[in-house]
């Protein structure tokens, strides 16, 4: 199985910034997909951006586009979520995800491996 563990999330006023980072261990993920996903109460959990461990193609919500960046280094084992202009709608627990199946355009349903989450708060 794959391990992932995330961390940068905090509280910060709307227009600040955070960085998410998400350690991966485990067997082989290298070949995979890494997407980082979000989830506010009582909403479904929404994709975010992905980016492939291998070629480094991105993909980005429509939401975030321009706001967010999504980058990975492959000797530390870590992707890394950059958020710039937070928004109040922009909080909610954090997830980096990964797995086999997953793709760049993929929906959390592809996705078998999932992190415990960090909680994003911006505030107006």
């Known amino acids: 199985q794959v391990q992932l563990v995330e961390s940068g999330g905090g509280l910060v006023q709307a227009g600040g910034s955070l960085r998410l980072s998400c350690a991966a261990s485990?067997?082989?993920?290298?070949?995979?997909?890494l997407g980082w996903f979000r989830q506010a109460p009582g909403e479904e959990r929404e994709f975010v951006a992905a980016?492939?461990?291998?070629?480094?193609?991105?993909h980005y919500a429509d939401s975030v586009k321009g706001r967010f960046t999504i980058s990975r280094d492959n000797a530390k084992n870590t992707v890394y979520q950059q958020m710039n202009s937070l928004k109040p709608e922009d909080t909610a627990v954090y997830y980096c995800?990964?797995?086999?199946?997953?793709?760049?355009?993929?929906?959390?349903?592809?996705?078998?491996?999932w992190g415990q989450g960090t909680q994003v708060t911006v505030s107006s």
């Open positions: 980016v492939s461990w291998s070629g480094g193609s991105t």
């Open positions: 995800a990964t797995g086999p199946l997953a793709v760049v355009t993929g929906t959390p349903r592809t996705y078998s491996y």
């Open positions: 485990g067997r082989t993920f290298k070949s995979y997909v």
